[in-house]
Nanobody, 124 residues
């Protein structure tokens, strides 16, 4: 069974750091581009970052540029999201999602496999 399992969510103070992990189970990471989305209460979900299947291209939403870094370790079948200088507005459930193409996409419906989410809470 194909699964994505997120971990690493935490409660941190403003300015702190968290590293999220997305472990792929049942399929091989190297053929998939992976994105991180987030959903905050009362707000629309948004794409945060994406990395293509080769790891050559990473995209970020403007609000996290310079603070978040996405990376992948194909040997460990895992994608990471390093989040630094966190702000209260980063508080959300973070989901990773996979699509079996080389290139990233910006829309939720373009991703086929989703994780269950991990909560990140940033206190002011």
């Amino acid at each position: 069974q194909w699964q994505l399992v997120e971990s690493g969510g935490d409660l941190v103070q403003s300015g702190g750091s968290v590293r999220l992990s997305c472990l792929l189970s049942g399929f091989t990471l190297e053929y998939y581009s992976i994105a991180w989305f987030r959903q905050a209460p009362g707000l629309e979900g948004e794409g945060v970052s994406c990395i293509d299947s080769r790891g050559d291209t990473a995209n970020y939403v403007d609000s996290v540029k310079g603070r978040f870094t996405i990376s992948r370790d194909n040997a460990k079948n895992t994608v990471y999201l390093q989040m630094n200088n966190l702000k209260p507005e980063d508080t959300a459930v973070y989901y990773c999602a996979a699509r079996q193409t080389q290139w990233c996409a910006g829309r939720r419906y373009e991703y086929d496999i989703w994780g269950q989410g991990t909560q990140v809470t940033v206190s002011s």
